[in-house]
């Protein structure tokens, strides 16, 4: 009964693309001086969700089965908005942004999972 409960996918989908979209913006800061490297992101979380599986779709439950996926799809993209002479387009202030942006979509993912445990617990007669 209480083996798949949405609420606990969503909070870690959320989260897993929170670590994804960190880990990209630390390499773009870390390639922010790098002649001709183009920033990257990841679909907006909204989205992804939105075009993941729906009930009742084959998931995967681990990195090789099903093609490796684990039915959302993180299409990476690039900035090519502003260039600088030296043809790269990470802005360090915009990567800043977007890793706050980041951080609070993880503590987001976080707050719901720890709050859905407590009304599990709950509901058991557990504190």
């Known amino acids: 009964m209480f083996e798949r409960l949405n609420v606990f996918n969503i ?23 790098t002649p001709g490297y183009h920033a990257k992101d990841i679909k907006p979380f909204k989205e992804v969700f939105a075009a993941g599986a729906t009930q009742g779709d084959m998931v995967a439950t681990r990195g090789s089965h099903l093609n490796s996926g684990d039915g959302l799809n993180w299409a ?49 007669g557990r504190s």
Request: hydrophobic residues 40%; without cysteine.
């Open 76 to 124: 990476i993209t690039t900035d090519d908005s502003a260039l600088d002479p030296n043809d790269n387009s990470v802005s360090i202030e915009e990567q800043i942004l977007k890793g706050v942006e980041a951080k609070r979509q993880h503590d987001r993912a976080l707050a719901i999972y720890r709050s859905s445990m407590n009304i599990l617990r709950a509901s058991l």
């Open 11 to 33: 909070a870690y989908s959320m989260a897993t693309h929170a670590g994804k979209r960190q880990a990209l913006i630390s390499e773009n800061m870390a390639n922010a001086d």
